[in-house]
T-cell receptor, first 110, second 115 residues
Framework: QKEVEQNSGPLSVPEGAIASLNCTYSDRGSQSFFWYRQYSGKSPELIMFIYSNGDKEDGRFTAQLNKASQYVSLLIRDSQPSDSATYLC??????????FGTGTSLTVIP | EADIYQTPRYLVIGTGKKITLECSQT?????MYWYQQDPGMELHLIHYSYGVNSTEKGDLSSESTVSRIRTEHFPLTLESARPSHTSQYLC??????????????FGPGTRLLVL
């Protein structure tokens, strides 16, 4: 079993809709959780991190964490074509080791 | 945020050549990492360092080596490049964040093509 699992997609949403990206993790000792955006041919860019149960909002982005279910999600409201990218979920476990998911490809259709 | 620099950005080289990919960061981060990523595929950790004179192999078996003589510098070396080494190489450094523990920031990457 992988440390971090994501639906590979591709996920397509119309412009202006809400995009929902999901991630599960296996290590109950995981400390904090990150969402990165990666455009094709570019390096990952940190969007948000969360470490407490509940929601964390930053502009159009909301990260949600449920440690009991070992589940992290990223909601993108009012999706724009510029949001089209691969979104990577990452987990920090005790010992300062990061684990990345395989990424979910998102396409926002104008 | 971290300022992380990688050179060269693109490299085309023949089989058997020795190459060194450079990575530098200016924020004084102790922890640095090298990842390999093929197009459309997941990140694979190949090396990491928790500070000067500390280097460890990652999850992906790699024929490369690294060194960490200075905090800001974490070069990766391939003694004899092969076509199977063709990939994108991403360097990252880690910063302590209150509450989150730490987070990683990535450099722009080096695209390597071995002919």
């Amino acid at each position: 079993q992988k440390e971090v699992e994501q639906n590979s997609g591709p996920l397509s949403v119309p412009e202006g809709a809400i995009a929902s990206l999901n991630c599960t993790y296996s290590d109950r000792g995981s400390q904090s959780f990150f969402w990165y955006r990666q455009y094709s041919g570019k390096s990952p860019e940190l969007i948000m991190f969360i470490y407490s149960n509940g929601d964390k909002e930053d502009g159009r982005f909301t990260a949600q964490l449920n440690k009991a279910s070992q589940y992290v999600s990223l909601l993108i409201r009012d999706s724009q074509p510029s949001d089209s990218a691969t979104y990577l979920c990452a987990v920090l476990v005790i010992g300062n080791q990061f684990y990345f998911g395989t990424g979910t490809s998102l396409t926002v259709i104008p | 945020e971290a300022d992380i620099y990688q050179t060269p950005r693109y490299l085309v080289i023949g089989t058997g050549k020795k190459i060194t990919l450079e990575c530098s960061q200016t924020m004084g981060h102790d922890k640095m990492y090298w990842y390999q990523q093929d197009p459309g595929m997941e990140l694979h950790l190949i090396h990491y360092s928790y500070g000067v004179n500390s280097t460890e192999k990652g999850d992906l078996s790699s024929e490369s080596t690294v060194s960490r003589i200075r905090t800001e510098h974490f070069p990766l070396t391939l003694e004899s490049a092969r076509p199977s080494h063709t990939s994108q190489y991403l360097c990252a450094s880690s910063e302590y964040l209150q509450g989150a523990g730490a987070t990683q920031y990535f450099g722009p990457g080096t695209r390597l093509l071995v002919l």
